[in-house]
Nanobody, 125 residues
């Protein structure tokens, strides 16, 4: 069993930055793919970014966040981070951390085995 806990959401103005964190307990991330997804009201959960833990941190991004968001990992803390810069109102959503028991990236929510509880990010003037 893996427990994931996200932190770092909040209310910010357009153009601001936020850093989300996802800490895992129960098992290390060493053989996982870890992803970030988001879900806005009335919309389906969508892929944001993912990292293959063991492969030196190979990163993958949705086109909508490429160049603005950065996913990274900290081996010692068994944690994954999502640095979000130049935030836009359309980035407003609940952000979820997810872990997949395969070292293969997927942008499908159904491919992930464990989920955190989510953290709200609101971008508003």
């Amino acid at each position: 069993q893996v427990l994931l806990a996200e932190h770092g959401g909040g209310l910010v103005q357009p153009g601001a930055s936020l850093r989300l964190s996802c800490a895992a307990s129960g098992r290390t991330f060493s053989d996982y793919t870890v992803g970030w997804f988001r879900q806005a009201p009335g919309k389906e959960r969508e892929f944001v970014a993912a990292i293959i833990w063991w492969s030196g941190g190979s990163n993958f991004y949705a086109d909508s966040v490429k160049g603005r968001f950065t996913i990274s990992r900290d081996n010692a803390k068994n944690s994954v981070y999502l640095q979000m810069n130049s935030l836009k109102p359309e980035d407003t959503a609940v952000y979820y951390c997810a872990a997949r028991l395969r070292a293969v990236v997927s942008d499908r929510a159904g491919a992930y085995d464990y989920w955190g509880q989510g953290t709200q990010v609101t971008v508003s003037p």
